[in-house]
């Protein structure tokens, strides 16, 4: 076997020069993708026993390659490794130390495979793990949600539409807005580990290899479904890359908008919510200060998770296929991205548990705004086979009539509401009771407290 006596890079016995120390620098990866260390060594095992089963190595030097793999992973969980950006990445950190630690065995390790089909195996197993990771965390904030749900089933708010009040509703059927909304990111993270479930490991460069390897081994070994089907397109595959990056970029926006309308609930205009102290700030110069600074991190994070999808998807555009250096950004991508979203979920948790309603503020606020002048116009096309569009009518100057007495509609007498259309008795009164208007939206979906009550039990046994 060919020595490396001078400890340089492997390339290196091809290149005749000293590289530029400024390339060194930028070219090297390490920093970054050293939290790849776990599944570096975990596919570099799973490929050597592969390589044992097929009889290209020997059973003792497969159980060199093994035993220094594993030495070398208990002294990076120990932080006891140390990285040198000469060499570039992860990979090749790792497989320099396997040669001080097993000798020339080690160069046995790269046998029928490229660090192409290396990264991406590493990347692929990596961000299956986060992507179980964060759905973890949007589950735990599904379960909060539904709990914060079940304590205000009858609370009475204003829904809106334009931030101006539109129809009363419940606010645990808001609340339910959100775990739709997390259900549906969940979802999109679990057809990524799908579309994400194909081994890369063994295509090598870029060709394939003449040496006669299992890639059906490997793939089940590492928890794939089975290997990619093309060398060619594994190499320049990113797609999983992207997918990963717009998830993230979606889930970072749903919180965002959720944080923003917990910051107006929050604010001394609306008066809907308050916000436990552990999660605000204080000013400092106005002592009386509850600032939410924590949900506008939220809220402006999300800028950080956009920028990470777009800088990969210009890096993409345009780029040949096969392997390219540009593509050496994409776990620092991945790896922001999803730390960014991470610690958005978690601080969302917090947020969302330290959420007390202001239930007699929002009582008050769904009855402003003549919010049940659309109850009075159903009314009157059920109980006056009247078309909608003649009841709108009648409704909006009801409307205009009690803003002109500066009355909410609940407060107008039958005599006053017969100015506007005489053919009512008193029953029309209770159309004007919130309470009343939100039980009435019984339409699958709507907000009627016995809707709510089905869509908080199905939810509950989905996630148990």
Known sequence: M???????????????????SLFEKVGSSIDIDKRLYKEDILGSIAHVEMLFKQKIISFKIKNKIVYGLQKIEKQISKNNFEFDKKYEDIHMNIEKKLFQLIGDEAGYIHTARSRNDQVITDFKMWIKSATKEINLNIEKIIKSTLKLSEKNIETV????????????????????????????????????????????????????????????????????????????????????????????????????????????????????????????????????KKNPDPAELIRGRVGLNYGNLSSMLT?????????????????????????????????????????????????????EGYTTATDFADYLVKEKNLSFRESYAIAAKLVNYAEKKNKLLIELSLQEI??????????????????????????????????VKVMIRKYKKEIK
């Not at 620092?332 to 202001?358: A, R, Y």
């Not at 029953?427 to 016995?450: M, P, R």
């Open 2 to 20: 060919a020595k490396n006596k001078n400890n340089k890079a492997f390339w290196n016995l091809r290149i005749k020069k000293k590289g530029s």
């Open 315 to 367: 890096i993409m555009k345009g780029l040949p296929m096969s392997y390219f250096k540009d593509l050496q950004d994409d776990k620092k991508l991945v790896f922001d991205g999803f730390d960014t979203l991470n610690d958005s979920l978690i601080l969302s948790l917090e947020l969302v548990n330290s959420v007390k309603p202001n239930k007699k503020n929002m009582l008050k606020m769904a009855n």
């Open 157 to 288: 708010m204003p829904g809106f539409t334009h931030l101006k009040n539109a129809q009363p509703i419940s606010l645990a059927h808001y609340l339910m807005a959100y775990v739709e909304i997390f259900k549906r990111d969940k979802r999109r993270f679990i057809n990524n580990l799908e579309s994400l479930n194909e081994s890369p490991l063994g295509v090598a460069a870029i060709a394939g290899t003449s040496f006669n390897i299992d890639r059906n081994y490997t793939s089940k070994k590492l928890g794939f479904k089975n290997p990619t089907n093309n060398s060619i397109d594994t190499i320049s595959d990113r797609d999983f890359v992207l997918d990963f990056l717009y998830s993230t970029s979606v889930c970072s926006m749903h919180i965002s908008r959720i944080a923003e309308e917990l910051i107006i609930w929050n604010s001394d205009g609306f008066k809907l919510i308050n916000l436990s102290d552990k999660i605000v700030t204080g000013s400092s110069i106005m002592p009386q």
């Open 418 to 451: 017969k100015k506007i259309y005489k053919n009512l008795k008193k029953k029309i009164l209770k159309i004007f009771d919130v309470n009343n208007s939100v039980n009435s939206k019984k339409s699958y979906g709507g907000t009627s407290i016995a809707n």
